[in-house]
């Protein structure tokens, strides 16, 4: 046990030494010490006190979720089957933990008795937002019907596990070799990675796979049409019973019927008629059917839009590609060649400027600049060679003109695609900022940026498309909202505490600069010459940066509504498909076809904590978009932002955290209440 990396959580995880073996002891210690905190803080002599409580239980407890996070990590960027079975045996027990400590009676009336007059602004927050977890989280149940609801939790944690892994596990598990001519259109650097991907198994031809670095350039590229009905229908039905025999093991049906049952019986539990009205409890909006509304307002201003972008593919399929009757799987390579025409450029040519390493220069220097701090490499242990550290720091001087420096935060940076490592791309907290209750010490806070980028070929560095770019900054943009806070409460320090609906809202504001010269010209080099991004060429992405957005914005909608109307006025028992075949009838322009099983992989609400919320994402752009017009506002002649709206928008939105609701934080930005038209005006639907 003295050796177990798993226990070490005075500093950094030591990723480098974690292994299987090492997890269900290291778990077992931390509960034991976890259980011991907790009935030591019930005990009718201990205080009902904020800090008494916190240096007793939520240091104790604290260890466990930074452990258990750990392993959770490499689970999700470096799965084994021996690190998921390790995982998987002892999360039944974490999760049994968790629930029953925020459900214990005994705990929740210390709660209720500490005097919210003795608290800070910070702690009461807290105060506040931990009264009403204990209430969600089944407190006031009793009997029978509190056993169930930890029953209830514990199943669900395994279930959405299970979810996760059939759908990294189908994922996996195709793999088409092509040959050099079924591949004409797709763009060089794909065609090298997939022919160094068979070599390395010792087989013939171009391994393509369902990665979204393999994927997506041959749905957008490849001239063979039966190549890419091939991976689309691959695609579109994995983790699904439309998936090929073989693959049959990994279906997902009966998880997600059973994920629906069991959150529809939790909220039937709490007093809630559904699972999507206790979703709404901890966020902005006020009910589901506001949240139905406001999609359905966006869907009906997307509209026209999008039918405009679908009459201009079907005749230019028509005239130009010889296409008259386009199927799903010819959308993307119709766009991507119309694109071409219509502005001139292509997505291929634009990615030969973003090398990851000038990318990433240009992503800090406009943090370093906007947010007034300095970014710097930093050592750590990691779980892959590919990973990168960093560190925040923020530099005074003195009156003698002498620099001191001050940590902030630290990150860690995993960019690659690669077999075991989930798809898509996402923020994590390793620890939050936190003034200790224990030692006085001030903790800083760490993360973790994860991507899944194509790797460089042939000695050259990793390419990034635009789309790619915008990703690593919308994921630094929940990063610097972890890291940049000046909250020392941890229950309310940085994302923590933030409403579900409005976390997205420093994401998607950061997703802006990707589209402003005076940052883009500093992250460009071509990766042969050198030379930075031409004007011209900038010019014509911006001409295309609204491209079929009436389009993507009824596709977000579409996920988001049928989010919302599954957890709301759907039977558990019933077709969910039938669900989404309502939804895509009336939010939809393009036809999906009947075999497409898009809900079978939507992990962000069946393992992902977006359930009744992922409307979130277009909520939250309202915000952001609104935020960002305020650089637009005040920027200089030559269009770079303004440092004061910087300093303005990290001191109301950044620092303040989720010490305040995030409609106090925007209005201390803003001075007023967010509206939808910059929203529109950004995505060219005004």
């Not at 240096?55 to 960027?77: K, P, Y």
Request: aromatic share 10%.
């Amino acid at each position: 046990m003295l050796a177990n990396p798993l226990l070490d959580t005075h500093d950094l995880p030591l990723f480098d030494q974690i292994r299987p073996e090492h997890v269900a002891p290291a778990m077992d210690a931390l509960l034991a010490e976890g259980e011991a905190a907790l009935e030591a803080v019930v005990a009718p002599e201990f205080p009902a006190d904020w800090t008494a409580l916190a240096a007793r239980l939520d240091c104790t407890t604290e260890r466990l979720s930074r452990a258990f996070g750990a392993v959770g990590h490499l689970n999700s960027v470096a799965d084994t089957p021996e690190l998921r079975a390790a995982y998987n045996e002892v999360l039944p027990r974490v999760t049994e933990f968790w629930t029953r400590l925020g459900a214990d009676e005994r705990l929740y009336s210390k709660y209720k008795a500490i005097d919210p007059g003795s608290l800070n602004p910070e702690q009461r927050q807290a105060l506040k937002n931990a009264v009403r977890n204990f209430v969600l989280g089944g407190a006031e149940l009793q009997g029978a019907a509190k056993e169930r609801f930890a029953a209830i939790q514990e199943r669900q944690a395994e279930v959405a596990q299970k979810f996760s892994e059939n759908a990294l596990d189908a994922t996996d598990a195709f793999a088409y070799y092509a040959s050099r001519e079924e591949l004409a259109g797709v763009p060089e650097d794909t065609v090298q990675a997939a022919r160094a991907a068979a070599e390395a198994e010792g087989k013939d031809g171009h391994k393509i796979t369902l990665k979204m670095p393999s994927y997506l350039p041959v749905m957008q590229f490849a001239h063979d049409r039966g190549l890419r009905e091939r991976v689309y229908r691959a695609y579109v039905t994995r983790a699904s019973e439309q998936s090929p025999e073989e693959f049959r093991q990994f279906d997902n049906s009966d998880l997600i019927r059973e994920i629906l049952a069991l959150r529809q019986e939790e909220a039937k539990l709490l007093g809630y008629p559904n699972f999507g009205e206790v979703s709404v409890v901890p966020k902005m909006a006020e009910s589901p059917d506001q949240v139905i509304g406001f999609l359905r307002e966006l869907a009906a201003k997307a509209r026209p839009f999008a039918e405009k972008d679908v009459a201009d593919m079907r005749a230019f399929a028509a005239d130009r590609l010889g296409l008259r009757d386009p199927q799903a799987w010819d959308w993307s390579y119709i766009a991507e060649k119309l694109k071409e025409e219509r502005y001139a450029f292509s997505e291929q040519e634009v990615k030969q400027y973003f090398t990851a390493p000038k990318v990433l220069a240009g992503l800090f220097k406009i943090v370093e600049t906007l947010f007034e701090v300095v970014i710097r490499r930093d050592h750590a242990p990691v779980w892959n060679p590919g990973v990168e550290f960093y560190r925040i720091e923020r530099e005074r001087k003195d009156a003698d003109a002498h620099v001191s420096t001050e940590l902030v935060g630290q990150f860690y940076l995993d960019p690659s695609a690669r077999n075991g490592k989930r798809g898509g791309a996402w923020m994590d907290d390793v620890r939050a900022r936190w003034l200790r209750p224990d030692d006085g010490r001030l903790q800083t806070p760490v993360a973790h940026l994860v991507c899944n980028f194509a790797d460089g070929v042939e000695g050259k560095p990793p390419l990034l498309t635009h789309d790619d770019v915008i990703t690593l900054f919308h994921e630094a943009g929940h990063g610097l909202h972890h890291m940049l806070t000046r909250v020392n409460e941890r229950d309310v320090s940085g994302i923590s505490g933030v409403e579900w609906d409005a976390v997205e809202l420093p994401s998607q504001f950061m997703e802006n600069f990707c589209w402003e010269w005076s940052v883009l010209r500093h992250m460009t080099a071509h990766v042969d010459t050198g030379e930075p991004l031409p004007r011209e060429l900038f010019d014509k992405m911006l001409a295309a940066r609204n491209f079929q957005s009436g389009l993507a914005t009824l596709r977000q909608v579409e996920f988001a509504l049928f989010d919302m109307l599954l957890h709301t006025g759907h039977d558990p028992a019933g077709d969910f498909m039938a669900v989404l075949r309502q939804v895509r009838a009336e939010v939809a322009v393009l036809p999906a076809p009947a075999f497409s099983r898009t809900a079978h992989t939507f992990s962000h609400i069946f393992a992902g904590g977006y359930a009744a919320g992922y409307y979130s994402y277009k909520w939250a752009e309202v915000l952001s978009a609104d935020a960002y017009a305020a650089f637009e506002e005040t920027a200089g002649e030559d269009g770079s932002p303004s440092v004061e709206t910087g300093r303005k928008y990290r001191q109301a939105i950044l620092e303040s955290g989720g010490s305040r609701p995030a409609m106090e934080s925007f209005k201390a930005f803003r001075g007023r209440e967010p509206s939808m038209d910059a929203l529109l005006r950004h995505q060219g639907m005004a």
